[in-house]
């Protein structure tokens, strides 16, 4: 992945974080005060409305006090209190009183709770209300919610009872207010809230509002439950499908605190959700405009940082590739620019060094090429000067010997010469190494022909055996190579593993590939090298041993870096050697 992409990845989710973050703190922000204030309001009508419920239950209350104190009512209560009273003149007297008093319930009752007039139900007369004859202190008792009975259902009233005293018989008085929808849309609802009311009685449980029964009441079936159960305030928040909900319900006990009714304040969390909806709208606009800035920004970053890194690079590479003079070319004068000028300086101190390195090493080998000259040239001309010497003394010393001393003296001159020439013909063999002519070479079968090149060196008579090993991948495959320089490379590297073990012991070659490289290994049980050992190794001219001019190895190393390959070498004294060849599969 280039650095461009990654600036743009990063560029681009820092703004998407940073967006998310933002609409995530600002949206819960949001909700947690609208659901304060949504708290606060539904508080505030659930007090406003038990006010309500207290104001009308005074009202109720006086009403029904200065009805019973009314010099007819009092009349009414002596007529009705004589042992042959007729009630028959006074069953539609309950209407009349009621409008005048602004009641929407009121019923007259005998001492012995046979209702006398009935305002909401004239037919009621001659039934009995037992209740309201039970031995209470109406006077102190104040208004409380009751199930009335109506001609067509049974309706939730707030009602007082007060008690007309005749003597010893009583003539009490029940009025009160309805709780139906009129009531709740009387009530100061702020805009987004309502009250609904349900009616815990038979015939017919039901749920209402301010404009009549309520659709889906069903969903609210759990928080009404849950009220029926406990008899205290609950809340829940329905999702309905305009929109969700939250509703407080209070219950709404009568005089023997039974449920007759729940109250539920309704608060609706549409404007919230819609808030939410916009919040997270503005969020992922953001967030795609971010993600354009972030190209932007990547687009220009990648002006002002990478384009001056891939420059640099480009150089690094030239350097890499051999070209030491390359220079980066830059104008800024910021720490890109500081590291161009480095650059630069540093190639230019390769250079030179690379120079005084090249004339001192080129100093050190001829120095190293004439020390190993005259080592390898003085042991063969020391024997020609002595032939020489003899056959002088031959000739002027004993004439009749010369024949035979010079025939002597032949032989040694010819077989030293002949030394000569295979000396000079190794180094100038190392010298005029030809570049390798690269055909398709199989790994395991040229491994397996070198091998069987030493099978007679192996199991030789006179020496202690060596045991051969092979270890060939299937899949080391071809390479690209030059079969006459790789198979000497190998042979090389074999003899020398046959000469690090004189006692015997195990030759070991294997074959991999790896990353598309192949791999040769060839391993043996002798003495080993030390570290400087190992780092001479394949200098020209050093040699471990007593008998070889040194050039083994350095040939080996020579072939290899030809076939744009790597040969290394692993050794601990006593612990044997591996050397390593990486070749690729084609140069």
């Given at each position: 992945m280039s650095f461009r992409t990654r600036l743009l990845i990063s560029f681009s989710v820092a703004v998407i974080l940073t967006a998310g973050l933002v609409t995530l703190i600002v949206s819960s922000a949001t909700r947690r005060a609208f659901e304060q204030r949504d708290n606060q309001r539904t508080a505030a009508l659930v007090a406003l409305f038990r006010r309500e419920v207290a104001r009308r239950g005074d009202e109720v209350v006086q009403r029904v006090e200065g009805l019973a104190a009314a010099e007819g009512t009092l009349r009414m209560a002596i007529d009705l209190s004589r042992t042959d009273a007729d009630a028959a003149p006074y069953v539609n007297e309950a209407g009349a009183l009621a409008a005048?008093?602004?009641?929407?319930?009121?019923?007259?009752?005998?001492y012995d709770g046979t209702i006398v007039s009935s305002a909401e139900w004239p037919a009621r007369f001659g039934y009995k209300a037992e209740w309201v004859a039970q031995p209470v202190d109406w006077k102190s008792q104040g208004a409380f919610f009751e199930a009335v009975e109506l001609p067509?259902?049974?309706?939730?009233?707030?009602?007082?009872?007060?008690?007309?005293?005749?003597?010893?018989?009583?003539?009490?008085?029940?009025?009160?207010?309805?709780?139906?929808?009129?009531?709740?849309?009387?009530?100061?609802?702020?805009?987004?809230?309502?009250?609904?009311?349900?009616?815990?009685?038979?015939?017919?449980?039901?749920?209402?509002?301010?404009?009549?029964?309520?659709?889906?009441?069903?969903?609210?079936?759990?928080?009404?439950?849950?009220?029926?159960?406990?008899?205290?305030?609950a809340a829940q928040t329905v999702d309905w499908p305009d929109g969700p909900e939250t509703l407080q319900a209070m219950p709404l006990l009568g005089r023997e605190k039974n449920l007759l009714g729940v109250l539920l304040v309704g608060s609706s969390r549409r404007d919230l959700a819609a808030l939410v909806r916009e919040i997270r709208r503005t969020g992922a606009l953001a967030a795609f405009a971010g993600i354009l800035l972030g190209a932007a920004l990547s687009f220009w970053a990648a002006r002002r940082i990478t384009l001056p890194v891939e420059r640099l690079a480009a150089?690094?590479?030239?350097?890499?590739?051999?070209?030491w003079n390359a220079r980066v070319e830059m104008a800024s004068r910021d720490e890109i620019g500081e590291l161009a000028r480095a650059f630069n300086s540093m190639t230019l101190q390769l250079v030179e060094q690379r120079d005084r390195l090249v004339q001192t090493e080129r100093v050190a080998a001829w120095r190293e090429l004439a020390r190993r000259l005259a080592h390898e040239l003085k042991n063969p001309l020391f024997p020609l000067q002595?032939?020489?010497?003899?056959?002088?003394?031959?000739?002027?010393?004993?004439?009749?010997?010369?024949?035979?001393?010079?025939?002597?003296?032949?032989?040694?001159?010819?077989?030293?010469?002949?030394?000569?020439?295979?000396?000079?013909?190794?180094?100038?063999?190392?010298?005029?190494?030809?570049?390798?002519?690269?055909?398709?070479?199989?790994?395991n079968e040229m491994v397996r022909q070198t091998m069987r090149l030493f099978e007679a060196q192996f199991q030789g008579e006179g020496r202690p055996p060596i045991v051969a090993q092979i270890d060939c991948a299937e899949d080391a495959g071809f390479v690209e190579a030059d079969p006459e320089q790789l198979g000497r490379a190998l042979q090389n590297l074999a003899l020398n593993a046959i000469d690090a073990m004189p006692t015997g012991g195990t030759l070991r070659i294997r074959t991999a590939r790896r990353d598309g490289r192949v791999e040769l290994?060839?391993?043996?049980?002798?003495?080993?090298?030390?570290?400087?050992?190992?780092?001479r190794l394949f200098t020209?001219?050093?040699?471990?041993?007593?008998?070889?001019?040194?050039?083994?190895?350095?040939?080996?190393?020579?072939?290899?870096?030809?076939?744009?390959?790597?040969?290394?070498?692993?050794?601990?004294p006593g612990r044997g050697a591996t050397f390593r060849i990486e070749l690729p599969e084609k140069p």
């Open positions: 005048a008093h602004g009641l929407d319930l009121l019923e007259l009752i005998s067509d259902e049974t309706a939730l009233a707030l009602v007082a009872v007060r008690a007309v005293s005749a003597g010893d018989r009583n003539l009490y008085v029940v009025g009160g207010y309805r709780l139906d929808r009129q009531f709740l849309a009387a009530l100061p609802l702020p805009a987004g809230m309502r009250a609904l009311l349900y009616r815990n009685f038979p015939p017919a449980q039901t749920l209402t509002d301010a404009n009549g029964p309520v659709a889906s009441a069903a969903a609210l079936d759990e928080l009404i439950g849950n009220v029926r159960a406990h008899l205290r305030d150089g690094a590479r030239e350097v890499a590739s051999g070209n002595i032939t020489i010497e003899n056959l002088q003394r031959a000739k002027e010393q004993a004439p009749e010997q010369f024949d035979e001393v010079f025939r002597e003296g032949s032989e040694t001159l010819l077989a030293e010469l002949a030394d000569l020439k295979k000396i000079v013909g190794r180094f100038s063999d190392f010298a005029k190494m030809p570049p390798p002519q690269l055909e398709r070479v199989d790994v290994e060839i391993s043996d049980t002798g003495q080993g090298l030390t570290k400087e050992e190992c780092e020209p001219y050093y040699t471990t041993k007593q008998h070889g001019t040194g050039l083994g190895l350095a040939i080996v190393q020579s072939v290899v870096a030809d076939h744009k390959g790597k040969i290394s070498v692993e050794s601990e």
